[in-house]
């Protein structure tokens, strides 16, 4: 199967332009139940993740040496004393700290983040200086997953779930100093990432 290239005939938009669209359409979305939308996600996923395979199993050998502690300490209420009973108890409790202590460990790898710890990171975007181009440059890269450039507008997809702005632009501001080369392989759109 042979494949057509086509090249992309849009107009060239300076990047300035195309930014200060993203960046105010980004800050729009940032509204307070957005915020609140993304802060539970954000929790939930950093949790899911924390329970790892290791943590798993290192759960379930605490909770089997726990169990052999008490039937040892049923054995020794009995009144069957022995040096060796009382050996195994002793064995189970230093195996129980050192499980403890690597379940500790393996907790640490994830941070231990909250709702308002998250609300208050992305609150941030909200007020930021619009001129200061390192506020820029993360709004756009914690935010905006691609621009497509269609005749008339934009299409701003957004790292967040079902989540998108269409923008319709001014078709004046194209000018011939644009940013984006032709893209081959497109059929009527152009697809761009700003990315710094």
Not at 57 to 62: A, G, I, R, V, W
Request: glycine residues 2%; neutral net charge.
């Amino acid at each position: 199967m042979l494949f057509q290239l086509k090249l992309c005939d849009k107009e060239t938009i300076q990047k300035e332009y195309i930014e200060n669209i993203v960046i105010n359409e980004t800050k729009k979305v940032l509204t307070d139940k957005n915020i609140e939308k993304i802060a539970k996600e954000v929790v939930k996923l950093c949790k899911q993740q924390s329970n790892t395979e290791t943590l798993k199993y290192l759960k379930k050998q605490l909770k089997k040496i726990d169990n052999e502690i008490t039937n040892l300490l049923q054995v020794l209420e009995s009144g069957k004393i022995s040096d060796l009973i009382i050996n195994r108890i002793e064995e189970k409790k230093t195996e129980k700290e050192n499980i403890e202590k690597q379940i500790t460990i393996e907790e640490m790898k994830t941070p231990n983040l909250t709702i308002e710890k998250v609300k208050k990171f992305l609150e941030h975007f909200r007020s930021g200086d619009y001129n200061d181009i390192k506020y820029r440059k993360s709004l756009i890269n914690v935010f905006v997953n691609k621009i497509i450039v269609y005749e008339d507008k934009l299409t701003i997809l957004y790292n967040l779930q079902d989540s998108q702005s269409n923008v319709l632009y001014n078709t004046t501001m194209v000018s011939q100093e644009g940013f984006e080369p032709p893209t081959p392989g497109l059929e009527g759109l152009c697809s761009i990432q700003l990315s710094y």
